[in-house]
């Protein structure tokens, strides 16, 4: 695994139509600001506005919505109590998948969840989907995967430790490579481990070891105290 000889990487089929969708999104943006490259983290509110033309606002909305999207107004409102940059960004994102993919679909999605939809809630994965793909694109995750390589002076001997499974591979990916990432992207640690689930090599071997996943979104016990508990609409996010 070197940049020199990139690895053959691929999506896992499910996902492959959505990421085209996301893509050819990004790619309508960079060409429209006349950018020669994507900036990172991806500008996902300023883009929903202009160059996509959506209506865009951070508003009041009712208890327990994150976020909703109009259809015929091409309208885009996003809750103003998501405190967390990278929850708020996938909601962005979430919503304007709604208003690509989706047109057909329904007149308004109005969504008091995101990230954690499962496949059988089809229009809602799909929006899911949508919103790790544009914040985090294939070509530039594998970019910065060895960039940050080299930024934070891994050896190149060890990558291929991160295919692997077992507790070394575990603690590079937690300690290094996953807070770099998520940071790099703006995005959460947790949508940072679900795109690499859905990216894996030719045979089919995933990017990040399945075995990791439960333990890397683990959440940390709640402290009695200081944190009572309470209805988590982010949880998993
Ligand atoms: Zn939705």
């Keep these: 695994m070197s940049s020199e000889s990139p690895p053959i990487l691929r999506l896992r089929p499910a996902v492959r139509r959505i990421e085209a969708s996301a893509w050819k999104t990004l790619l309508r943006c960079r060409e429209a600001l006349r950018l020669t490259e994507l900036p990172l983290p991806i500008p996902v509110e300023e883009w929903i506005e202009s160059p996509l033309g959506y209506r865009f606002g951070v508003v009041r909305l009712p208890d327990g919505v994150l976020g909703q999207a ?19 960004r996938f909601t962005c994102a979430h919503e304007l998948g709604h208003q690509v993919l989706h047109r057909r679909r329904a007149r308004e999605f109005i969504d008091s969840g995101v990230m954690l939809s499962e496949p059988d809630r089809r229009v809602e994965w799909e929006a899911d989907r949508f919103a790790a793909a544009l914040l985090m694109p294939i070509p530039l995750v594998i970019e910065q995967l060895f960039r940050l390589r080299d930024e934070l002076g891994v050896r190149r001997e060890q990558m291929p430790v991160l295919l692997q499974a077992g507790a070394h591979s575990l603690t590079l990916w937690r300690d290094t490579f996953v ?34 996943r439960p333990e890397l979104i683990r959440r940390r016990a709640p402290r009695p105290q200081s944190n009572p508990p309470q209805a988590n609409l982010f949880s998993g996010l």
């Design 70 to 88: 109009f259809i015929e107004d091409r309208e885009i409102e996003i809750s103003d109590r998501i405190a967390h940059e990278g929850r708020f």
């Design 179 to 212: 807070p770099a990432v998520a940071r790099r992207f703006g995005v959460s640690k947790e949508v940072a481990v679900y795109r690499f689930g859905e990216i894996e090599f030719a045979d089919g071997t995933p990017l990040m070891p399945a075995e990791h």
